[in-house]
């Protein structure tokens, strides 16, 4: 099925893999500032949250919040580092209520039967600048300052934004201890050579069912002969 999805759609996801952005880490994620996450107390703005609160997670529940990491970015005028470009979200995307912002190192979760591993498990998370051109992302100079929080919990989560979208926070980490990170992961955290060829499947995926419906939305209605 994936050999086929990737051969209908060839034209489309040339002009995606030729951005001109690269896929690279640049250690930017965070939520931005109005971004709403539920919480104990209902959707609260990610910035109003505080150490001590809980915060509803996928996999288990509410989840107490051990510390907030908090960054302010100002990106100044003229051009952006398109490394360091946030994405904008377009509404229902990626099941989020409004339009949004990520930055480009924020790890989404996804769910598709493409990323099935061995255990039969659907869902890996991907950085959200291996996204641009999946249904309406794309990079934008935000035109003003970011205000970043990034909620961290015992252990990595990922937590609920505006709706439906799935969010990871990784747990705070020593970085002398010597640990490596996917190993110690709940999430499988798909490496940066395999996320664009799942992106580019989804986005095949979405055109081969889009297609028909749209073909059959436009077609003119013909009445039952008699």
Excluded at 7 to 23: I, T, Y
Excluded at 64 to 92: F, H, N, S
Excluded at 199 to 219: C, K, N, Q, R
């Amino acid at each position: 099925m994936l050999d086929w999805l990737l051969k209908r759609s060839q034209v489309s996801m040339g002009r995606a893999m030729n951005s001109g952005f690269p896929l690279i880490p640049v250690g930017q994620g965070g939520f931005l500032a109005g971004t709403h996450v539920a919480s104990s107390l209902g959707w609260r703005p990610v910035e109003a949250l505080m150490a001590g609160d809980k915060v509803l997670t996928f996999d288990h529940g509410m989840q107490t919040i051990v510390e907030l990491q908090r960054e302010t970015i100002l990106p100044g005028e003229g051009e952006l580092e398109p490394a360091r470009c946030p994405l904008l979200v377009p509404r229902d995307a990626l099941m989020n209520r409004v339009p949004l912002w990520l930055m480009p190192d924020q790890g989404v979760l996804l769910e598709s039967e493409l990323v099935e591993d061995a255990l039969g498990d659907p869902f890996a998370v991907v950085p959200a600048c291996a996204l641009e051109g999946y249904r309406g992302i794309r990079r934008m100079h935000p035109g003003a300052q970011l205000d970043l929080v990034t909620p961290r919990f015992a252990q990595d989560q990922v937590i609920y934004l505006e709706a439906g979208m799935l969010g990871f926070s990784a747990a705070p980490r020593d970085l002398m201890c010597g640990r490596v990170y996917q190993e110690e992961s709940a999430y499988r955290v798909l490496p940066p050579e395999e996320v664009r060829g799942l992106v580019l499947s989804l986005m095949a995926e979405d055109e081969h069912w889009t297609a028909p419906a749209a073909a059959l939305a436009g077609a003119e209605y013909q009445p039952p002969l008699s």
